[in-house]
C-alpha cells in the first residue's frame, strides 16, 4: 500500500524511522520504508545501519553523490507500492497519528498530498535564526490558505504522491540542483496534476547556520533564474519568479540590482545576526535574482 522513502546525507535519520515505524506497524498495512544514503560515508552510517533491524526497512550506502532529484527517482523506481510518502531525514512528525492522517486521506482524485511544515515554537540559537524565522513566517502556513493557490508552497520534505505522477513529473529535472522544489510545483502546475494541501506537519529539526542558508538561498535563485531562461517553467504561483518577470518586463530590474549590490553588505550583516529580518531576505532573493539576470 505505501513506500515511505527518506533519502539521507551525513545525518541520524533513526530516531525519525522508528517514530514512523512505529506508527505504520501500528496500523496494520502493507508498508516498506526505503533510507537511501547518497554517498555521504559519515560516521553517522553506521547508526543508521540499526535501520536494517527493522522489519520492512531498508537502509543502503550509495558508493556516489547522485543528487536529491537523481535520488528520488532512485527510490521511486525502487518502490515497490503505488502510494510514495516522501520524508526529508531532518524531520519528525508533529503528531502521533500523522501516518493515519495520510493513509484516512488517501484518493484516487488526488495526485499529490501535502502535509506541510512546522518550526519549534522556542527561538533557537542565534547562529540558527534565519532558517528558522523564514520557515516560521512562510513556510508554516495552515493548510485553508495552502489551497488556494496548491502550487505554491510545494515542500518536499512532506508529501504523498501517486508513484507514475512522481516519476513522470521528477524525470523533467536534471542535475544537481538546489531549489527544485520551485520546478516541482511548477510542473505538478502545467501537467494540471490535482494537488490537495492537509494539516498534517512535520517539524523541520535540520535549520542550518545563517550563512550556510544564506548560500542555499542564493543557490536556489540561481536555479529559478536558470530555469526562467531557459523556459522550462511555463506556469509557477512562485511569488519571487511572478515579481522578476514583471520588473524585468517594465524594465527596472537593473536599478534593483544595481541597489542590490550596494547595499548587499548592510542586508548580510542583518541577515547573520541574532534578529534577522525576513523583509530583508525577501529583498535580497529579489535583488540577487535581478543582479544575476543584469550581470
Same mark, same amino acid.
Given at each position: 500500500m505505501l513506500s515511505i522513502l527518506i533519502p539521507v546525507y551525513n545525518y541520524n535519520v533513526v530516531p525519525l524511522v522508528e517514530e514512523i515505524h512505529f506508527q505504520a506497524t501500528a496500523l496494520h498495512i502493507p508498508?516498506?520504508? *526505503?533510507?537511501?544514503?547518497d554517498g555521504s560515508f559519515s560516521v553517522l552510517n553506521k547508526k543508521n545501519q540499526q535501520i536494517n533491524r527493522l522489519t520492512g526497512c531498508q537502509f543502503i550506502e550509495a558508493k556516489r553523490n547522485r543528487g536529491s532529484a537523481a535520488l528520488r527517482q532512485h527510490l521511486? @523506481? $525502487?518502490? $515497490?507500492?503505488?502510494? %510514495? *510518502?516522501? %520524508?526529508?531525514?531532518?524531520?519528525?512528525?508533529?503528531?502521533a497519528n500523522y501516518l493515519q492522517t495520510y493513509v484516512n486521506i488517501i484518493s484516487e482524485e488526488q495526485d499529490a498530498i501535502y502535509g506541510g511544515?512546522?518550526? $519549534?515554537?522556542?527561538?533557537?540559537?542565534?547562529?540558527?535564526s534565519l532558517r528558522w524565522?523564514?520557515?516560521?513566517?512562510?513556510?508554516?502556513?495552515?493548510?485553508?490558505i495552502r489551497n488556494q493557490k496548491p502550487y505554491k508552497i510545494v515542500i518536499s520534505g512532506n508529501f504523498l504522491t501517486k508513484k507514475h505522477v512522481f516519476i513522470t513529473v521528477n524525470s523533467k529535472m536534471k542535475g544537481h540542483k538546489y531549489g527544485y522544489d520551485n520546478y516541482f510545483g511548477a510542473l505538478l502546475k502545467e501537467y494540471s496534476h490535482n494537488v490537495k494541501h492537509i494539516n498534517n506537519e512535520v517539524y523541520h529539526l535540520g535549520l542550518g547556520k545563517n550563512p550556510?542558508? %544564506?548560500?542555499? @538561498?542564493?543557490?536556489? @535563485?540561481d536555479t529559478l533564474l536558470e *530555469?526562467?531562461?531557459?523556459?522550462?517553467?511555463?506556469?509557477?504561483?512562485n511569488d519571487l519568479l511572478n515579481t522578476f518577470k514583471i520588473f524585468k518586463k517594465i524594465k527596472i530590474h537593473y536599478l534593483l540590482g544595481y541597489l542590490f549590490k $550596494?547595499?548587499?553588505?548592510?542586508?548580510?550583516?542583518? %541577515? *547573520?545576526?541574532?534578529?534577522p529580518s525576513v523583509r530583508g531576505l525577501q529583498f535580497y532573493k529579489l535583488g540577487y535574482m535581478c543582479y544575476k539576470d543584469a550581470n
Open positions: 508498508f516498506e520504508i *526505503l533510507v537511501y544514503d521511486a @523506481v $525502487q518502490a $515497490q507500492y503505488d502510494w %510514495l *510518502l516522501f %520524508l526529508d531525514a531532518d524531520v519528525m512528525p508533529k503528531h511544515f512546522a518550526y $519549534q515554537a522556542k527561538t533557537p540559537e542565534h547562529d540558527y524565522r523564514y520557515g516560521k513566517a512562510k513556510e508554516e502556513v495552515d493548510a485553508a550556510d542558508y %544564506l548560500r542555499k @538561498v542564493e543557490h536556489s @535563485v *530555469l526562467h531562461k531557459n523556459n522550462k517553467i511555463t506556469e509557477s504561483d $550596494q547595499k548587499k553588505p548592510r542586508l548580510i550583516t542583518n %541577515l *547573520l545576526s541574532p534578529n
